[in-house]
């Protein structure tokens, strides 16, 4: 029997999620946005099979409602659905990257008999809207899913069911362990990259040639830095008290580099070094909280011809690439030449086709 999905939402989360979705021809997608070209765009680009102007009247046919939108719009929703006519059994889920006020609200929905299990699919892109939206964005990411303690598993996985259509790997965690860990691998790491970028700011007041330096291993550290500074705005406010306690503890952190530096102690400034880098090197390659690049480094000399010779090579073996660019500043980067692609089997394939046909060094960082 098919199911049918009302999407609220139809930017680059919820139209990835749509079109994951039609993966299935069980699943009937419908979607809505406050903005009505999103809509038609979604609808003539095949990411929806249906539109609607009014979500309310639509709810009365939907199986699974997932909100992607912003968290404070969500709440809003929230508030509007409890007099929504929706079917006995509904699943109401978002996409929200905080969630512990989302599921006070959920508390809420339980009272009135309404399932709220909330949803956060950690991946993203440099782009963004519905013309972005792509099937695979999920693939191999994490996506949390924060239902209600009291929550019957079957319900969960009724709606893990809908969602392994993403190709994501869900995992069930609490509301509060949810913000704790995003507050130390998503939030607070924002909150560091534009601090670092406001430091360059400030410096280059002093010093021009600062600025023009930091096209290389600085602008790939910060690049975070460049997202949505409303939506960031809205996750900080939200999540702040998990943020604060990462605050507290990086300024311990500094105290002690700051220590170390102030002695000048050689073997402990390299020992600094060395755990983080041990740490970081087990790291696990899979997509993150944080948007995932698949980049790969190619040392190419620097002459006339060598960047359409690479890309040549990948036009001949049918591979895609997304973005290329020279790096300038190349103390802390490998290679002259960052080629971005799509997923890892896509930057595979390239590695295995630069190290077969020419003698260039490659790097996977």
């Known amino acids: 029997m098919k199911k049918t999905i009302l999407i609220v939402g139809l930017g680059l989360i919820g139209g990835s999620v749509a079109v994951s979705l039609r993966k299935s021809p069980n699943l009937h997608v419908i979607g809505y946005d406050i903005n009505e070209k999103n809509t038609d765009a979604a609808l003539e680009l095949n990411i929806i099979q249906e539109g609607t102007l009014d979500p309310k009247s639509t709810s009365e046919r939907a199986d699974i409602i997932l909100f992607a939108t912003p968290v404070n719009a969500t709440l809003n929703w929230l508030d509007l659905i409890k007099d929504w006519p929706l079917k006995k059994n509904v699943i109401i889920t978002d996409t929200g990257s905080t969630k512990t006020l989302i599921m006070k609200k959920a508390c809420e929905l339980r009272k009135l008999g309404i399932t709220f299990i909330g949803g956060h699919p950690m991946a993203g892109s440099h782009k963004s809207g519905i013309s972005a939206a792509k099937p695979y964005l999920f693939e191999n990411a994490y996506y949390l899913l924060t239902p209600l303690e009291s929550e019957e598993e079957a319900?969960?996985?009724?709606?893990?069911?809908?969602?392994?259509?993403?190709?994501?790997?869900?995992?069930?965690?609490?509301?509060?362990?949810?913000?704790?860990?995003?507050?130390?691998?998503?939030?607070?790491?924002?909150?560091?990259?534009?601090?670092?970028?406001?430091?360059?700011?400030?410096?280059?007041?002093?010093?021009?040639?600062?600025?023009?330096?930091?096209?290389?291993?600085?602008?790939?550290?910060?690049?975070?830095?460049?997202?949505?500074?409303?939506?960031?705005?809205?996750?900080?406010?939200?999540?702040?008290?998990?943020?604060?306690?990462?605050?507290?503890?990086?300024?311990?952190?500094m105290a002690k580099v700051k220590e170390v530096l102030e002695t000048g102690n050689a073997d402990e400034i390299?020992?600094?070094?060395?755990?983080?880098?041990?740490?970081?090197?087990?790291?696990?390659?899979?997509?993150?909280?944080?948007?995932?690049?698949?980049?790969?480094?190619?040392?190419?000399?620097?002459?006339?011809?060598?960047?359409?010779?690479?890309?040549?090579?990948?036009?001949?073996?049918?591979?895609?690439?997304?973005?290329?660019?020279?790096?300038?500043?190349?103390?802390?980067?490998?290679?002259?030449?960052?080629?971005?692609?799509?997923?890892?089997?896509?930057?595979?394939?390239?590695?295995?086709?630069?190290?077969?046909?020419?003698?260039?060094?490659v790097y996977i960082r």
Request: hydrophobic share 40%; net charge negative.
């Open 270 to 361: 390299e020992m600094f070094f060395f755990d983080a880098k041990e740490y970081r090197d087990q790291l696990p390659s899979t997509k993150g909280a944080l948007f995932s690049t698949y980049d790969l480094s190619i040392d190419v000399p620097d002459y006339p011809g060598s960047i359409a010779e690479i890309t040549a090579y990948f036009a001949e073996e049918q591979i895609s690439i997304t973005n290329i660019r020279i790096i300038e500043t190349r103390e802390d980067v490998y290679g002259i030449l960052v080629v971005s692609f799509q997923n890892e089997e896509d930057r595979g394939k390239a590695a295995s086709c630069i190290k077969r046909r020419t003698q260039y060094d």
């Open 155 to 253: 319900t969960i996985q009724r709606l893990k069911e809908i969602l392994s259509y993403t190709k994501a790997k869900l995992l069930t965690v609490s509301a509060a362990s949810h913000d704790q860990m995003t507050a130390v691998v998503s939030h607070f790491p924002h909150i560091v990259a534009a601090s670092l970028v406001n430091q360059l700011k400030e410096e280059s007041t002093q010093n021009q040639t600062t600025k023009m330096l930091a096209a290389g291993g600085f602008r790939d550290l910060t690049r975070i830095a460049s997202s949505n500074p409303k939506l960031w705005r809205d996750i900080t406010m939200q999540n702040r008290i998990q943020i604060l306690a990462q605050l507290t503890s990086w300024q311990k952190e």
